[in-house]
């Protein structure tokens, strides 16, 4: 009797065994499993340099075929598996998801895995699996993307980017996503969309490659102390790449088109926007002629691209006084040119001056106008002023001098602030009596002058910091900027990332 009742008891345990087992396995293709890794590099900078093993789908045992994209350890690790994608996301450091590849079809079971550094750094192995996390997949939104996330996921990675912001500097940081949209030429810019950042594409003979045909635009967004993000002036920016576009024989998006895409972008990308007062997010608009072209001709097909970076100060130097020194034989630009648009070109032709005046220490280049050599234009990348008691005097727009919209906006704040200022032709004598001299621009904002070097003649204009009239135009239009004071010019324009996505 004895047996028997060890021999049922068996059975009915052995049949609870197999049912709980295939309630699981019937349920397995809904899970995400939620992996923890034990951290031994921050950072690997060689995606294929990375290998992971175990990814199997759960309706076979086959090995998926995959390639990694792009890796930022502690951050995520982006993969692509067969036809699609998959992205394993960070919630914290040292943690990993493992989202299906294919929200519209059935899911893709990634099991637990290890990964493997193939140089001579230590491995990164799998330490232990965590409980499973359910999340359950959502449909596209009407911006397409590249991956869709769950409400879940979308929540928790929406916290800011593991990164050093107290040590940021003006470089280049990837993000996630950015904004593509494309047009022929006589067309019109349609139909555009987020696409997960990476390389694009480019014909050898596209346009931009073999004759400049292309435009670039500068902008910042900032995080307000509510969370909130605010855009500077977008319309502005829109504005000046229509006009540009116009005179490289390019067809542009709309100011709506161009406004609401870097909208777009900026939420998509909302985690890299810096705490408040630890920098901003640096968006890149381009306007390429992308299509093949070998004769001189504008180019068949444009692409309209957004990219963004956080960023901190542009000089090294911070809010420190910069350098300069007048360039009287190399120009930037020339009356009928295109200096007075943000075409790619304008750029590459400083490079030299520049290089040559760091390479003496100086910071950057102040040019004149190259028909009397005698006009101040702008530096390199920034608009020029000067300053005289209550007068503010700055190089007007006569088509050699790019618009700035910092610039703008500097001249309408010194004017509430009662400044008389003046949009002239401004003698480089003018710097030998100045009481100030600052730069402007969207990457810089107000960068005051230390000194500037003409003919061997230095000029000093104090090494503490800004001036008084800089100080005080600067502090007005960066708190503007950050949401700290009114927006009486209804300049700005405010995003909530609780409402992205």
């Not at 068996?10 to 034990?38: A, D, E, G, P, S």
């Not at 292309?214 to 504005?239: C, H, T, V, W």
């Not at 234009?377 to 000067?386: A, G, K, L």
């Not at 000194?451 to 001036?467: A, H, L, M, N």
């Amino acid at each position: 009797m004895s047996l028997l009742l060890t021999i049922t008891s068996f059975v009915t345990n052995t049949h609870i065994f197999y049912l709980i087992f295939f309630i699981l396995k019937f349920h397995q293709h809904k899970l995400i499993t939620l992996l923890r890794l034990k951290k031994r590099r921050r950072i690997l900078t060689r995606p294929n340099s990375l290998s992971l093993s175990g990814i199997r789908s759960h309706q076979s045992s086959a090995v998926l075929a995959y390639r990694v994209l792009r890796v930022e350890f502690g951050f995520r690790i982006e993969i692509e598996m067969e036809s699609s994608s998959a992205v394993l996301a960070g919630l914290q450091p040292n943690y990993l998801l493992c989202p299906s590849r294919n929200p519209s079809s059935s899911s893709t079971f990634l099991r637990p895995f290890s990964t493997h550094h193939s140089s001579h750094s230590p491995s990164l192995k799998l330490q232990k699996q965590l409980p499973l996390a359910c999340y359950q997949a959502v449909p596209p939104s009407p911006i397409r993307r590249s991956a869709t996330l769950s409400d879940t996921l979308r929540t928790e990675t929406s916290e800011l980017a593991d990164i050093e912001w107290e040590n940021l500097g003006f470089g280049f940081v990837p993000t996630d996503y950015m904004y593509v949209m494309k047009c022929a030429q006589g067309g019109s810019f349609s139909d555009g969309e987020l696409q997960r950042f990476g390389n694009i594409e480019l014909n050898p003979s596209a346009g931009v490659l073999n004759y400049g045909q292309g435009l670039f635009e500068g902008m910042k967004a900032y995080r307000k102390q509510d969370g909130n993000i605010l855009l500077f002036r977008p319309e502005e920016n829109a504005s000046r790449m229509r006009l540009g576009a116009e005179r490289m024989c390019m067809p542009s998006p709309t100011i709506d088109q161009f406004v609401e895409a870097v909208k777009a972008t900026v939420l998509a990308n909302k985690r890299w926007v810096p705490p408040p007062g630890k920098g901003s997010l640096y968006i890149r608009p381009l306007l390429m002629g992308s299509g093949a072209v070998l004769g001189l001709a504008p180019a068949p097909e444009y692409t309209f691209l957004i990219y963004v970076s956080p960023v901190g100060n542009y000089f090294k130097e911070g809010v420190a006084p910069i350098n300069l020194i007048v360039e009287h034989e190399l120009h930037r630009a020339t009356p009928g040119g295109t200096g007075g648009v943000k075409t790619i070109g304008n750029y590459a032709a400083v490079l030299k001056a520049q290089s040559a005046a760091k390479a003496k220490g100086y910071s950057d280049v102040l040019y004149l106008d190259c028909v009397h050599k005698k006009y101040l234009e702008e530096v390199s990348s920034c608009n020029i002023f000067v300053v005289k008691g209550d007068v503010i005097s700055t190089p007007s727009i006569k088509g050699t001098i790019l618009p700035g919209i910092t610039r703008k906006s500097i001249i309408d704040v010194a004017r509430n602030q009662g400044f008389q200022v003046e949009e002239r032709a401004v003698d480089v004598d003018e710097l030998l009596e100045a009481d100030e001299v600052f730069c402007t621009g969207t990457a810089v904002v107000v960068s005051p002058v230390g000194s500037i070097t003409y003919q061997d003649k230095r000029v000093s204009y104090g090494e503490s910091g800004f001036g008084a009239v800089s100080q005080k135009l600067y502090s007005v239009l960066t708190r503007l900027q950050m949401g700290l004071i009114e927006d009486k010019m209804d300049w700005t324009v405010e995003l909530n990332p609780a409402k992205a996505y």
